[in-house]
């Protein structure tokens, strides 16, 4: 069973940088694609970002430019870099992977909170 821990959230003025770390009980190197997505109150989950295992990257149109998504293998650790957070980008942010039979795991969410 692989288990996936984030870390990395917090409390952040506008204009700051957090970084997310997704760390994983077991081999990444096996998961087609792992990312973040967010959930803001109120708000349907979205996605963020995601990384495929040939490093193809994907981001939604509101964080492009902003954030980078990262995997290391070697660590079995997914980061997501932020940049330039604003409010909005306040929410729990939860990171997933997807294994080559299309089963996503989950981690339990780490809350991200841009103050203006």
């Known amino acids: 069973q692989v288990q996936l821990v984030e870390s990395g959230g917090g409390l952040v003025q506008a204009g700051g940088s957090l970084r997310l770390s997704c760390a994983t009980s077991?081999?990444?190197?096996?998961?087609?694609?792992m990312g973040w997505y967010r959930q803001a109150p109120g708000k349907q989950r979205e996605l963020v970002a995601r990384?495929?295992?040939?490093?193809?990257?994907n981001y939604a149109d509101s964080v492009k430019g902003r954030f980078t998504i990262s995997r290391d293998n070697a660590k079995n650790t997914v980061y997501l870099q932020m940049n330039s957070l604003k409010p909005e980008d306040t929410a729990v942010y939860y990171c997933?992977?997807?294994?080559?039979?299309?089963?996503?795991?989950w981690g339990q969410g780490t809350q991200v909170t841009v103050s203006s």
């Open positions: 997933y992977a997807r294994n080559s039979i299309g089963y996503d795991y």
């Open positions: 077991g081999s990444i190197f096996s998961m087609n694609t």
């Open positions: 990384i495929t295992s040939g490093r193809s990257t």
